[in-house]
């Protein structure tokens, strides 16, 4: 895709899923990465091993989101790496399901919006003062949701979270705009990963979700991947500021029987 040859790319949870599958198409379009995990050592080590086999330079780091204190030296770090970044994508999240049962405190609620949130909120606004410092234009993508759209009983915490990035989406990208700095985002619907495998792969569940989406499947990290890439490249010089909501058509469906 047009522009994206030799970009330096952060990826944040990079580990496995959705931010391994974006990492493997942005290596492919020639892209330098530095690729963020928290915890999952095998999987970043694997995601790294894919890309330099396609040919790509990457760099790892490792942060944990939750502690927010850390993540200007991560940034610091991150942009070091090849001395500069053009793009950031803010993958890393936390799908959580909370209830009054399993979080009387708020204690879950919280850490979602701090990793989910206020980590990507930090992190762009680390990349957009790095940039307007040197001087130079930057492609944020932020990954977000279905949820923050249209969501559904369990999911406070986390469609709260998305619904508050696609806001900030919007924000940054009025606010950096004439900086040449854009700012999109990316609303997936359901998209099988490793965390989610042993669920969504029984054919009763996959049979069950095929049936509601118009697509009449689920997607799967690849195109999550190449969306991104849409995102970054020069073809999307003149967006910033939307959300790109890549679901199978699921929730353009209202909520009507099955005919
Ligand atoms: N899969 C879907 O259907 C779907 C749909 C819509 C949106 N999304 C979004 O896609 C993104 C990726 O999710 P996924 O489905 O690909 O799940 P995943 O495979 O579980 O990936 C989550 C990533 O986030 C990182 N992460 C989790 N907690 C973190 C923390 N405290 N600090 C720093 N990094 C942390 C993980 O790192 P470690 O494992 O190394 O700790 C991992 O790399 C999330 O933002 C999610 O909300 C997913």
Known sequence: MQGLQGKRVLI?????????????????EGCRLVLHYNQNDSGIRQTLAEVEALGAKAQVVQCDFRDLSAI????????????????LVNNAGVVTKTTAV??????QFAETLAVNLQAPYQISTEFAQACI??????AIVNNSSIHGQATCEWFSAYAASKAGLD???????????RHGIRVNGLAPGVVPVERTFDILLK????QYWSERMPAGRYGNVEEMGEATAYLLSDVTSWMTGSILTIDGGLIARGNYPLR
């Open 12 to 28: 944040t949870g990079a580990s496995s899923g959705i931010g391994a599958g974006m990492a493997k198409v942005l290596a492919r």
């Open 167 to 177: 806001a900030i989406t919007k924000v940054q990208a009025v606010e950096w705009g």
């Open 133 to 138: 410092r040197a001087d130079q234009p930057g």
């Open 203 to 206: 054919p009763e569940m996959e």
């Open 72 to 87: 200007a030296g991560f940034f610091k770090q991150a942009w070091s790496l090849f001395d500069g970044l053009d793009g």
């Open 102 to 107: 399993n979080d009387s405190s708020g204690e």
